[in-house]
Each structure stands twice: as C-alpha cells, then as structure tokens.
Nanobody, 120 residues
C-alpha cells in the first residue's frame, strides 16, 4: 500500500490551497483518514480527520478555514485550506487506516508529506 500526497506549495496569506492524498495497492477497506502537519521545530499535530461514516474533526486552529473530504471510490482524502495564515506553514502528512486483502488487521499508512508555505 502506498499513499501519494500532492497539492502543496507557496501561497500568500489569505490564499487557498487544496491537498489531495490517494492510496493505491491491495486495499480491502479504508477506515479513518486525515491530515497531520509538522511545522519547523514543532511536534506533529492532527489537523483534520474524517471517519468511515463521514464524521469530521478539526483542530481548533483550522476550524472554519479547512475542510476535509473523502472520496471512497477513488481512495482519496482531500484538504481544502482557505484563509491561510503564516502559522499554517508546515509539512502536511496524510494518513489512512487501511485493511488489506492479506490481513484482517488494519494498519496506519502515511503519505510522504507535502510542504505548504504561507507568506505574510
């Protein structure tokens, strides 16, 4: 199983970016999906998640500005980011809890990270 993230880049404060993460491989089921981020010198933190049933959660710092969504058919999770601030600058990592055909036990898989830089 592999996760491929895309969509990062440089944007001015107040701008928008859309991150996408697609999973590929021998996947039987995807449970929770989401995004973490890690800013320079800081610990990785959960930004947003979406459950199998579509329930979303957000860190307080991004509520009202970020929207997470999933596309079951495409094994994809997206993060629409608006009203970006310099504090949002970080490497963003997608994750998915995935069950494969080889195992009934789900494991967490991570994307490679995509850099988001917000200039003031």
């Amino acid at each position: 199983v592999q996760l491929q993230a895309s969509g990062g880049g440089l944007v001015q404060a107040g701008g928008s970016l859309r991150l996408s993460c697609v999973a590929s491989g021998s996947i039987s089921r995807i449970n929770d999906m989401g995004w973490h981020r890690q800013a320079p010198g800081k610990q990785r933190e959960l930004v947003a998640s979406v459950s199998t049933g579509g329930i979303t959660t957000y860190d307080d710092s991004v509520k009202g500005r970020f929207t997470i969504s999933r596309d079951r058919a495409q094994n994809t999770v997206n993060l629409q980011m608006s009203s970006l601030k310099p504090d949002d600058t970080a490497v963003y990592y997608c994750y998915m809890f995935i069950e494969t055909y080889a195992s009934n036990v789900g494991n967490i898989y991570w994307g490679q990270g995509t850099l988001v830089t917000v200039s003031s």
